[in-house]
């Protein structure tokens, strides 16, 4: 199967954007609310094949996957944004749950689990496709700030 990479901004239908952000002790999977948002917003890269696809996240100067392990979303660090493994563990499948562009993302690997919440801003993963989180991806705006050059003929 043939598989695409490109970044775009994942945000969750009542607008806040997907990132990884420290809660507690632990990196978590977030949902941030932020204004100017897609200015700001982190970068995901994302590997498509078919309806399937894997996320890396930024967070400081480290890559992040987010993976399902046992039934529980965690976070493995990559040394680069371009490894994504094809491992099963790494893959959500697209689900069109009745929401036009927004859809649900359900873990490849057994058992199969939605990506849920955000519960107190974090993600979570659920055998129920009721607390499921809609997401869609958000092309990246310019940036406004930068200043826009153009030749004179």
């Not at 200015?39 to 399902?68: D, E, N, W």
């Not at 976070?75 to 944004?81: A, P, R, V």
């Not at 649900?104 to 690997?109: C, I, K």
Request: aromatic residues 8%.
């Amino acid at each position: 199967m043939i598989s695409s990479d490109h970044q775009s901004l994942l945000k969750i239908k009542d607008g806040r954007f997907v990132t990884v952000r420290r809660s507690q002790a632990e990196l978590k999977l977030c949902a941030i609310d932020i204004q100017n948002g897609a200015h700001i917003a982190s970068r995901v890269l994302i590997k498509s094949k078919g309806t399937q696809m894997a996320f890396c996240f930024k967070f400081k100067k480290h890559y992040y996957l987010p993976m399902v392990e046992g039934g529980t979303l965690k976070l493995q660090q990559s040394k680069n944004e371009r490894l994504i493994d094809e491992s099963e563990h790494y893959w959500f499948q697209k689900e069109n749950l009745g929401s036009s562009e927004h859809y649900g993302l359900r873990s490849v690997v057994e058992p199969s689990l939605y990506l849920c919440g955000p519960d107190n801003k974090t993600f979570f993963l659920s055998s129920n496709n009721q607390k499921c989180a809609l997401v869609t991806e958000e092309e990246i705006p310019e940036d406004p700030t930068r200043r826009r050059t153009r030749k004179l003929k």
